[in-house]
């Protein structure tokens, strides 16, 4: 960012330029740490997803022009246990022992309900089963950056102990609430009713033999095993145009805004890659409406 700011410096020239439209696409505002503990305190731990560019620069400038935010709380926290597989068979529960939820939500569900839900505090539990499928799935599962991730989790960042109870003592979990989520977990899969989680039956590994063992998920856990997010609020536009909103809803009329400057597909919840393709969308709507004003209005692309 030094290098950044010493290019700009030098070589930036101010020049004030009058369009007829004004499309904002400067990102979200994950690199903005006091919009984020204003709007989404929950989530002020996470790792930032993005460049130091997503400070929220271009959602300001539109506030600037009297337009409305919305959706500003919603943030994705990603909390992915896998690979390899078999740490889905675990279960992750808070510091209160409760179970989170079921593991195997999609990285993002789990990690908004840990984050919510939780305070963004919480630990995946194992018996030696599980963990040690886990470590046999090491090479067969796992890309070039989550081996250095595992090789982690499988050497000093995790703890063990020869109970469960030693272990909630170990991890600072609750050891009556952990004790009880572990019995539900095991009389669910034994008595064929299925986890309390509602977790597939086929990924579901009873912790019952020792030594058991548990890694922090925490947004605080490790620089090693951290939970990465982004932003999905913004600027509220107008569906079929990509126009900014006012508070009363009105348009402002050649101001549009497009991908995580504003609101969009996905504001309410998030799937790897929809930001690439809300962006791909919202530009392109702004880029034809703004492009059809123009013409109307005489003006050349050019």
Sequence with gaps: TDKIEQLWNTGAVERE????????????????????????PQFT??????????????????????????????????????????????????????RITNEDLYGATHGDVLMRGFGGKGWAVYDAVSWGKARSQFWSQ?????????????????????????????????????????????????????????????????????PFRAF??????????????????GLIVDGESGLVKREDGAPIVGLYAAGRNAVGVCSNSYISGLSLADCFFSGRRAGAHAAAQAARQGISAA
């Design 45 to 98: 731990g996470i790792s930032p997803l993005g460049t130091p560019a997503d400070d929220g620069g271009g959602i300001q400038l539109g506030l600037d022009a009297g337009a409305d935010v919305g959706r500003m709380d919603k943030v994705t926290a990603w909390r992915f246990l896998t690979p390899p597989s078999s740490f889905v068979e675990g279960i992750t529960v808070g510091l209160d022992g409760r």
């Design 17 to 40: 330029v009058r369009a007829s439209a004004v499309i904002l696409a400067a990102g979200g505002f994950i690199y903005n740490k006091e919009w984020v503990a204003k709007y989404a």
């Design 216 to 233: 922090n998920i925490s947004d605080d856990a490790s620089p090693f095993f951290p939970i990465p997010g982004l932003t999905l609020g």
């Design 142 to 210: 796992t890309q070039i950056f989550q081996k250095l991730q595992a090789v982690f989790l499988f050497t000093i960042g995790h703890t063990s102990a020869k109970s469960v109870s030693a272990l909630a003592a170990k991890i600072g979990v609750d050891p009556d609430g952990l004790h009880k989520a572990v019995e539900e977990y095991n009389t669910g899969i034994a008595s064929g009713q299925g986890d309390p989680a509602h977790k597939a039956p086929d990924l579901c590994q009873p912790i019952l033999k020792p």
